[in-house]
């Protein structure tokens, strides 16, 4: 009761809202709204508004629905006065009222299924009322109209509860790729609101497969579940079968004259199988649908709706609908499938490359140590400078090889989702210092200038050590490679902003400014002589984004470049 108290106060707040685009949508759709001025075009429907607002408080139902029946009388006579109006522009006025109240209040809090039946009723009976009257002033033909009003309404309401079931199922169908679970949900929306019961099949492998049977009488539950079981045939004349195989839409309305309920049971169950036509029979066929659900120009199965004995037999306006259903089923259940393709996709991918780097670790381990050992016993003479330099080389190489190894490995784990990091309080001079002194001999062999910029002030940051040295290591070693001979390297960290900003800057070519944009990409090169694996700065931009950080470029060609990138400071 609250809940109706507080819808009815919601439409009181928005009404000026409500009939501002009744308004709108009046002279939108009808041609004689648009000649009269806001006092005569709304003339009674502000009443009628306050008439549904009071309908809702408990208890005021049946009061409201014979003053809501007044009102609109009067509003029917009024519009006989004002040129250019119909029977079916005074229909049109009350179901648009009807469709902007719902759509107003469903954008705040949606309504439930009693708010939404009240304010049906109330509409329903000011149509009739409305209607009526101006039939019996223009034409005299009240009743027919009224019949003809009833039957209108009735399928406005029928279109929208489509409507609502179609953005119904569209949630379930998003809600998770594990289709087969939610096809049977789709089926329940369905049933019995729509059928008496409801099949959807899948097509897997050139046969059907059975993924739900759903029935509105809890009693026949069990023989839903049996029908289940069985498989049909897919070169059957009718039912599903025919809708797969053939590509098109099957509809059966009623009985003819030459058909027996045997020729139904088996043409609609798709097989001649005695027992499964015995539980057809038992759970009632009147009338159905069998639609396909085609995505991308195949077709993945289809949906069957049914209409027992007690139900009305399938119209035009039901096979529209069984298609959008069974073409928004189609299009989940492909980008399912597709879902699942990628990460089996992925799974290989990174099964590979983990086999792969742990087959190329264990002899790489082997000739690392195999090279450390022959720079310790190679003899210091002229000839064993000679060996040195080679065995060196060879490390050198087995080591470039190595750091390879762990990118692609890094790299596989950022695309699967599984790369971590550990953070501690870490001092920012600290990190800086390292780095340099890690890459102090390799830039000594180009002369290469190798210096470091710290301010003292800058505070502690909380940070993965091994990771972010390797983000400086990757951005000092860069600069060394493109550095010319005798050119210098600065590595600077400050507290700019809230954050910890370490910077590398270099005094090499610099970067041209149409590859400033592509530079941080997965196996991005540029054309520069010096090409490597192009995932270096690919995962330091993946590392400092998983720290909460940004990484960024400024260069200008023939000036040298610097990278930046920022990691947040610890809390005291």
Same mark, same amino acid.
């Given at each position: ?193 729509? %059928?008496?019961?409801? *099949?959807? &099949? ?6 059907? +497969?059975?993924?739900?049977? =759903?029935?509105? !009488? ?110 928004? %089923?189609?299009?989940? *259940?492909? &980008? ?6 990628? +990460?089996?996709?992925?799974? =290989?991918?990174? !099964? ?221």
């Amino acid at each position: 009761m609250a809940t109706m108290q507080t819808t009815s106060n919601r439409i009181k707040q928005c009404h000026e809202k409500i009939m501002h685009r009744w308004e709108l949508s009046a002279k939108a759709q009808l041609p004689a709204a648009r000649e009269q001025d806001r006092p005569a075009l709304r003339n009674h429907i502000p009443n009628l508004l306050n008439s549904i607002s009071e309908a809702l408080v408990p208890g005021a139902f049946p009061r409201q629905v014979s003053e809501s029946k007044e009102i609109a009388k009067e509003h029917g006579g009024q519009r006989t006065e004002l040129s250019g109006y119909s029977v079916a522009q005074v229909l049109t006025e009350y179901n648009l009222l009807r469709k902007i109240i719902i759509e107003v209040l469903d954008a705040d809090v949606p309504l439930n299924i009693q708010e939404r039946e009240v304010i049906n009723d109330i509409i329903a009976a000011a149509i009739i009322e409305a209607g009526a009257e101006f039939a019996r002033i223009q034409q005299n033909e009240e009743t027919r109209f009224r019949e003809e009003v009833e039957r209108h309404l009735a399928e406005s309401i029928e279109a929208e509860k489509k409507e609502r079931i179609l953005a119904d199922v569209s949630l379930v169908l998003t809600s998770s790729f594990e289709y087969e679970i939610t096809l049977k949900k789709i089926a329940e929306l369905i049933v019995p609101k729509l %059928a008496t019961w409801c *099949i959807i &099949n899948l097509l897997v492998d050139h046969a059907i +497969q059975r993924v739900a049977v =759903v029935h509105s !009488d809890p009693k026949k539950a069990e023989l839903a579940r049996k029908l289940q079981e069985f498989t049909p045939n897919l070169a059957a004349r009718g039912g599903v079968a025919g809708a797969i195989r053939e590509g098109r839409t099957i509809v059966f309305t009623s009985l003819e004259s030459n058909d027996s309920r045997q020729d139904i049971d088996s043409r609609f169950l798709s097989t001649e199988d005695p027992r499964q036509m015995e539980i057809v029979h038992e759970l009632g066929v009147k009338s159905y649908i069998s639609v396909m659900m085609k995505a991308r120009g195949k077709i993945l199965g289809g949906i069957t709706l049914v209409a027992g004995p007690e139900r009305s037999t399938f119209q035009k306006e039901d096979v529209m609908f069984a298609e959008k259903l069974a073409d928004r %089923a189609a299009i989940a *259940i492909d &980008n399912a499938r597709l879902y699942k393709e990628v +990460q089996e996709a992925v799974e =290989v991918r990174e !099964d590979v490359v983990s086999i792969v780097s742990h087959d190329l670790k264990n002899p790489l381990t082997s000739i690392l140590m195999n090279a450390e050992l022959l720079l310790r016993m190679t003899p210091t003479n002229e000839s064993g400078q000679k060996i040195k330099s080679q065995v060196e080389r060879i490390n050198r190489s087995a080591e470039r090889m190595q750091t390879m190894i762990d990118d692609i490995l890094d790299v596989a784990k950022m695309a699967g989702g599984t790369f971590a990091i550990e953070t501690h309080t870490e001092q920012a001079q600290m990190l800086i210092e390292e780095a340099v002194e890690l890459h102090k001999s390799l830039a000594e062999e180009k002369s290469i200038a190798l210096s470091m910029e710290s301010e003292q002030s800058c505070r502690p940051v909380r940070c993965d050590h091994h990771r972010t040295l390797q983000v400086l290591s990757n951005l000092l070693g860069n600069a060394i490679k493109f550095t010319p001979y005798g050119g210098s390297v600065v590595a600077h960290v400050e507290e700019k902003n809230g954050v910890a900003q370490f910077s590398v800057r270099d005094t090499g070519p610099g970067i041209a400014e149409d590859q400033l944009s592509h530079i941080f990409e997965r196996f991005w090169q540029g054309q520069d002589k010096h090409k490597g694996a192009g995932l270096g700065l690919f995962i330091a931009k993946s590392i400092v984004e998983t720290h909460g950080g940004r990484i960024w470029v400024e260069s200008n060609q023939g000036t040298g470049a610097t990278f930046y990138f920022t990691l947040p400071l610890a809390k005291t």
